[in-house]
């Protein structure tokens, strides 16, 4: 009996932390809700090796999160709001990188490297 | 043709080599400190004293620390920051996310190394700057932001990473 009671206890505890670290973000507009989920998919969280701030409950992830949903809510576009959040933290935190300057050998290395390893494998061919 | 070939199977797999390594071998703490150039973000805050800070505070060449009573890894390089106010390096404090009776409590109990220390309970300018957590430091030079460490400031941290950025201040201005 004293286990059974317990069991539920440690349960009770286990299952109900989560309710209290989510932060509710409402709104009205369907459409602003998906793109505040997902951009806060695609940025990424300062703190953490490789993850998200949806994925995130450090401090500084909820405060980016708040001011995304602000920044929905004020009717930014979803540039708008990655430039806000990387002229602040940096390339580093857009998990989609920019198509722009050094970034295209990130977009196009994997093409490039493929193409010379084709050329490379009919002209092997033909010798 | 089969010798360009051969020179080509040879040489690719260097290149992709180096160019890897070059990526991986970057010291994280100093790729992150290499700021763009940029201002320092408008702001109206109090000090820890209730005094509105001025903005030409940030002028000439100063360290920007940032801080809390509650931030177990600030007092771990508080020492630090002591021998370099006794050096006569310009450190101002900003105090991040903390309450001011805590913070001049904790200035009292540990030492005072700071000019003075911008009151941000909300971090409200921390934000703007980018800090992702307490302790962080930016080298500020005529109200630009010129460097940055995340995490605890060190000797080590300071000769490879700020030093010669206000060396090469020094020699510009």
């Given at each position: 009996m004293i286990i059974k009671k317990l069991l539920t206890f440690v349960l009770f505890i286990l299952l109900s932390t989560p309710a209290?670290?989510?932060?509710?973000?409402?709104?009205?507009?369907?459409?602003?809700?998906?793109?505040?989920?997902?951009?806060?998919?695609?940025?990424?969280?300062?703190?953490?090796?490789?993850?998200?701030?949806?994925?995130?409950?450090?401090?500084?992830?909820?405060d980016i999160k708040n001011k995304v949903y602000e920044l929905v809510l004020d009717g930014s576009t979803d540039k708008e709001i990655k430039t806000y959040v990387s002229e602040r933290f940096g390339d580093f935190s857009d998990y989609r990188p920019a198509f722009e300057g050094s970034n295209y050998l990130l977009w196009f290395g994997p093409f490039i490297f493929l193409a010379l390893m084709l050329i490379i494998f009919f002209i092997k061919r033909r010798v | 043709m089969s010798h360009l070939l051969r020179f080509l199977i040879v040489l690719l797999p260097i290149v992709v080599l180096i160019f890897f390594a070059k990526i991986l071998l970057i010291d994280e703490e100093i790729q992150l400190s290499n700021y763009d150039l940029k201002n320092f973000p408008e702001f109206q805050l109090n000090d820890l004293?209730?005094?509105?800070?001025?903005?030409?505070?940030?002028k000439g060449i100063k360290v920007l620390n940032v801080w809390a009573s509650w931030c177990i890894t600030c007092l771990v390089e508080h020492p630090f920051l002591t021998k370099l106010s006794e050096q006569n390096i310009q450190i101002i404090g900003l105090n991040y996310k903390d309450s001011d009776l805590k913070a001049n409590a904790w200035l009292k109990k540990h030492g005072n190394p700071y000019l003075f220390s911008i009151y941000d309970p909300r971090g409200d300018l921390a934000f703007e700057l980018g800090v992702t957590g307490a302790p962080e430091s930016y080298l500020i030079v005529n109200n630009q932001v010129l460097g940055h460490i995340q995490g605890e400031m060190d000797q080590r941290k300071w000769d490879t990473i700020f030093l010669p950025l206000i060396q090469k201040a020094k020699q510009g201005s």
């Open positions: 209290f670290n989510q932060m509710v973000y409402e709104f009205e507009d369907p459409l602003q809700e998906k793109r505040f989920y997902s951009l806060i998919s695609e940025i990424r969280c300062p703190k953490c090796t490789s993850g998200s701030i949806a994925s995130s409950d450090v401090p500084v992830s909820r | 004293n209730g005094n509105p800070v001025q903005s030409d505070s940030l």
